[in-house]
């Protein structure tokens, strides 16, 4: 897969280093999805392989990083839910935001 981009954004308080893809996907680094719930890149790698995602590059696509944050948001980790609670927040402040915003550029 080739990257065409890379940033830093930001979830609640969470920085994350994202890419997008020449496809136009978008992936976190794997390490960085770990450590911001206090993870180990085991417990990830684990995770994946269980879901069947697979990686090279060190970065994974952002629905596994959201189901795997999800899925420790159920179990407990306070933390996860945190950030579960920042992602559907900024998603619904972006949708938002794209109503909105287009409405005033008419």
Do not use: H
């Not at 893809?21 to 995770?47: H, M, N, R, W």
């Amino acid at each position: 897969m080739n990257i065409t981009e890379k940033a830093i954004i930001k979830l609640g308080y969470f920085p994350f280093m994202v890419e997008q893809a020449k496809d136009g996907t978008y992936e976190l680094e794997l390490e960085e999805v770990a450590s911001a719930i206090e993870g180990t890149s085991e417990k990830i790698i684990s995770f994946l392989n269980s879901q069947r995602v697979t990686t090279t590059t060190g970065y994974i696509p952002v629905s596994a990083a959201v189901k795997f944050w999800m899925t420790e948001a159920i179990n407990g980790n306070v933390k996860a839910q945190s950030l579960a609670f920042a992602s559907i927040v900024e998603c619904v402040e972006r949708r938002a935001d794209s109503l909105f915003l287009s409405e005033e550029e008419s």
